[in-house]
C-alpha cells in the first residue's frame, strides 16, 4: 500500500487499472490484478473476488487474484478464503490454505478440518502423480497449530495415527499442545514415551514451540532418551520451557556419550548462563576427545577470567592437537588479557611446530590485543617458514606503524617478487599470501596509520605499478587501494591508461577506495571509451559519489552501451544517485519498454527505482501510458512495475 492513497494521480491508476483486469490481454490482466491491491486495497475485494470465484476463468490469475485477496480481507472477513478451500483446481486449495495459515482465524476451524480429513475433493490423485492435498494439509495444520482449537483435538489425533507423516507431525503435536486438553495432552505424552524417534522428537519440538509446560516432567525423562536426536530436542525444550532452573536437568547431558549432546548442552547451558561457578566442569570439558565440544565450550565461556579457566584455556593454545580449537583459545585469552596469556600467544606464533594458519590467526590477534607489546613478539616471524606466516607478521607489523617492520618488508618483498623467485612450496598458497597477487596485497593490508611507513610502503608499490611485471603492477594497484594514502591517486590514474585491462580494472578499484575526486572525469572517458567490457562496467561501479550531474549524465548515456554487462552496471550505480532523482527515474521507466536491450535487466531496474524512492513520479508516468491507447501491448510493463513497486 502507497503511504498517501490521495495523492495526485493515485486514484486515476486505481480506476484504469481496475478497468484494464477485463482486458483481454493475459499479460495485462495478470499485472492488473497483481497491482490492483496495492493501489486500492479494501476497495478491490470485489473484483478480485469475481476474479477468483469465476471457474472458467485462467488458473493463474485466479490464484493471483486469491493470493491478492488474502493480503487486503478485514480480519473479519477472512473466513470467506475457506470456501476455496474446495475449489476444484488444486492449486487453488493450496493457496487458500496458504492463506489461512499465515491469517488464522477461528471461524475457518471446521473448514481446515475438511482438509485434513483425507479425501481429494475431487476423489483421489492420479496414481504416481504429486498429490497437492498434502500441500493443503501441510497449511491447513499450520493454521491449527496457530488457533489450537479444542474441537481439533480428535481429527487430529486421527489424521497423525491414519498419515503417520514426519513432516506433518510437528504441527500435529503444535496444534494439541496449543489446545491442552486432557486428550490432547494424553496422547502426546504417550508419543513422547512410546512412540516412534521422529514422533518423539517432534513432541519435543512442538513443547518447546509453544511452551507446553504440562509436559515438563515428561520431557526432563526424555534427556535420557536413546536417540540422541531426541535428547538434544528435549533440552531445548527443556530450557525454553524452564529457563534458568533447567540447569539441573540439563547438567546430565555434560556426560552424555554423544558430542553432538555434550555440545549442545554447553551451549544451551551458556546462553541460560548456568555454566557461572562451574570451573570443574568447564576444565573438564576442554579435555573433552572430540574438538566440536571443546570449541563449544570456548565459545560458551564469554569474560570467564578465573585462574582455573585462564590455565585451560593456555594448555589449549599451547597443546590442542585441533587448530580450530587452539585458535578460539587464543582469541579468548586475547581478548582477556590474563597474566602470562601474552607470553603463551607469542611463543605459539613463533613455534615452527604449530599450524601456519593457527600462527597467523595469532600474529592478528596480538596486534589488535597487545598494540604496545606485540612488534618484539612478531619481529622474529618476519625470518620464519612457511611464507605465509612472515607475511601475516609483516602485515600485522606495518599496520601498527613498526618502521622497523616497513624496512625489513619492503626488501622481503622486493626479493619474493622477482621472476626468480622460488616456487611457493606445498600448502604455502591455501590463503593466497604466498603468489604475487597474494603477497602485494597484503602488504597493504587495511588502511593505513602512521605517516613514515605508509609513504615508504606507498613508494614501493607506486614502483611496482610501473614495472614490467603486469601481475605485480596489478597486485601493487589493489595494495594501494588497501593502505589507502591519497598521495596514490596519481599513479593510479596513470594507471588508467595502460594498455592491460586487468591493471585498469585494479586501478579503478583502488582509486574507488581512496574516493579521489580528481579521478572522475577519467573513470568517466573510461565507461565512455574503454574497449573492454568488464573494465566499463567497472567504471561505473566506480563512480562513487554519484551527485555530480556530470556523473548522472554519464551513467544515463551508459545506458546505451553495446554491452549487457555494463548496461547492468550503470543501471545499479543509478539506483544510487544523490541528485536529479526524478530525471532518472523516469530514464529508467521509459528503458523497461525497450526489450531488445532491456529485458533481461527488469528486475535491476525495479530494484533501482525502489532505491530511488521516486514513487509519485513512476505511479504518473505509469498512469500515462495506461491511459495511451498507442501503447496498448506495453501496459503490461507499466502494470508489472506499479506492482514491483509497490511490493
Not at 500441500?135 to 496457530?146: F, I, N, P
Not at 544451551?268 to 572430540?290: F, K, M, Q, T
Not at 601493487?476 to 591519497?486: N, Q, Y
Request: charged share 25%; glycine share 6%.
Amino acid at each position: 500500500m502507497i503511504e498517501d492513497q490521495t495523492a495526485p494521480g493515485v486514484g486515476a491508476l486505481t480506476a484504469i487499472t481496475a478497468q484494464l483486469v477485463g482486458s483481454g490481454d493475459f499479460h495485462t490482466r495478470y499485472w492488473a490484478v497483481k497491482s490492483l491491491p496495492k493501489l486500492a486495497g479494501a476497495a478491490a475485494v470485489d473484483v478480485l473476488l469475481s476474479i477468483a470465484e469465476n471457474a472458467g476463468e485462467d488458473p493463474d490469475l485466479r490464484i493471483e487474484a486469491l493470493t491478492g485477496l488474502g493480503g487486503i480481507l478485514p480480519s473479519g472477513e477472512i473466513g470467506r478464503i475457506a470456501a476455496f478451500l474446495k475449489d476444484p483446481v488444486p492449486d487453488m486449495r493450496v493457496a487458500a490454505a496458504a492463506i489461512l495459515a499465515k491469517r488464522p482465524d477461528e471461524a475457518t476451524v471446521e473448514a481446515l478440518l475438511e482438509v485434513i480429513s483425507g479425501e481429494e475433493p475431487d476423489g483421489s490423485a492420479a496414481k504416481g502423480e504429486w498429490n497437492y492435498q498434502w500441500d493443503a494439509q501441510l497449511h491447513a495444520l499450520k493454521a491449527l497449530a496457530a488457533i489450537g482449537p479444542a474441537r481439533a483435538v480428535a481429527p487430529l489425533i486421527e489424521y497423525h495415527e491414519r498419515e503417520q507423516s514426519r513432516d506433518m507431525a510437528v504441527y500435529v503435536f503444535k496444534a494439541l499442545l496449543k489446545a491442552s486438553t486432557p486428550a490432547a495432552l494424553q496422547f502426546s505424552r504417550d508419543k513422547l514415551r512410546r512412540g516412534l524417534e521422529w514422533e518423539r522428537r517432534s513432541v519435543c519440538d512442538a513443547a518447546r514451540a509453544v511452551r507446553a509446560t504440562e509436559l515438563n516432567d515428561d520431557l526432563r525423562l526424555a534427556l535420557l532418551d536413546r536417540d540422541r536426536g531426541v535428547r538434544m530436542a528435549a533440552a531445548a525444550a527443556v530450557a525454553e520451557n524452564e529457563g534458568a532452573r533447567a540447569h539441573v536437568s540439563l547438567f546430565l547431558l555434560l556426560n552424555d556419550p554423544d558430542a553432538e549432546v555434550r555440545g549442545t548442552a554447553v551451549e544451551i547451558l551458556a546462553r541460560l548462563g548456568a555454566l557461572d561457578g562451574h570451573e570443574n566442569h568447564v576444565s573438564l570439558l576442554l579435555r573433552d576427545p572430540v574438538p566440536s565440544v571443546r570449541a563449544a565450550v570456548i565459545d560458551a565461556l564469554g569474560a570467564w577470567s578465573t585462574p582455573a579457566i585462564i590455565k585451560a584455556l593456555q594448555t589449549a593454545v599451547r597443546a590442542d592437537e585441533d587448530e580450530t580449537v587452539a585458535a578460539r583459545a587464543a582469541i579468548r585469552l586475547a581478548a582477556l588479557d590474563a597474566g602470562g596469556s601474552y607470553d603463551v600467544l607469542a611463543g605459539v606464533a613463533r613455534d615452527p611446530s604449530r599450524g601456519a594458519l593457527l600462527r597467523a590467526r595469532l600474529i592478528a590477534h596480538m596486534r589488535s590485543a597487545y598494540p604496545d607489546r606485540a612488534e618484539a613478539a612478531l619481529l622474529p616471524c618476519l625470518d620464519t617458514e612457511p611464507r605465509q606466516v612472515a607475511v601475516a607478521a609483516a602485515a600485522a607489523l606495518i599496520q601498527m606503524g613498526s618502521q622497523k617492520a616497513a624496512d625489513i618488508l619492503i626488501t622481503k618483498v622486493r626479493e619474493a617478487l622477482t621472476p626468480s623467485a622460488p616456487e611457493p612450496g606445498e600448502g604455502e598458497a591455501q590463503d593466497g599470501a604466498s603468489s604475487p597477487d597474494g603477497q602485494a596485497a597484503m602488504i597493504g593490508g587495511k588502511k593505513a596509520v602512521g605517516g613514515a611507513r605508509t609513504a615508504l610502503t606507498t613508494q614501493t608499490l607506486v614502483e611496482c605499478l610501473s614495472g614490467s611485471s603486469q601481475e605485480l603492477a596489478c597486485a601493487a594497484a589493489e595494495a594501494l587501494g588497501r593502505v589507502g594514502d591519497p598521495t596514490a591517486g596519481g599513479p593510479l590514474r596513470e594507471a588508467l591508461k595502460s594498455d592491460s585491462a586487468q591493471l585498469r580494472l585494479r586501478a579503478l578499484t583502488a582509486l574507488r577506495a581512496l574516493e579521489d575526486a580528481k579521478a572522475l572525469p577519467l573513470i568517466n572517458d573510461v565507461l565512455a571509451e574503454d574497449p573492454d567490457e568488464t573494465v566499463r562496467a567497472a567504471a561505473a561501479e566506480a563512480l562513487w559519489p554519484a551527485d555530480s550531474p556530470d556523473t548522472v549524465a554519464r551513467l544515463i548515456s551508459g545506458l546505451s552501451d553495446p554491452s549487457l554487462l555494463t548496461r547492468r552496471a550503470c543501471v545499479a550505480a543509478l539506483g544510487r544517485v544523490a541528485v536529479d532523482r526524478k530525471h532518472v527515474a523516469a530514464t529508467l521507466y521509459y528503458v523497461l519498454f525497450d526489450f531488445p536491450r532491456f529485458g533481461e535487466l527488469r528486475s535491476a531496474i525495479h530494484e533501482a527505482l525502489r532505491n530511488l524512492d521516486q514513487k509519485q513520479t513512476i505511479l504518473s508516468l505509469a498512469a500515462s501510458t495506461l491511459k495511451n491507447p498507442e501503447c496498448r501491448n506495453e501496459y503490461w510493463v507499466a502494470l508489472e512495475t506499479i506492482g514491483e513497486l509497490l511490493a
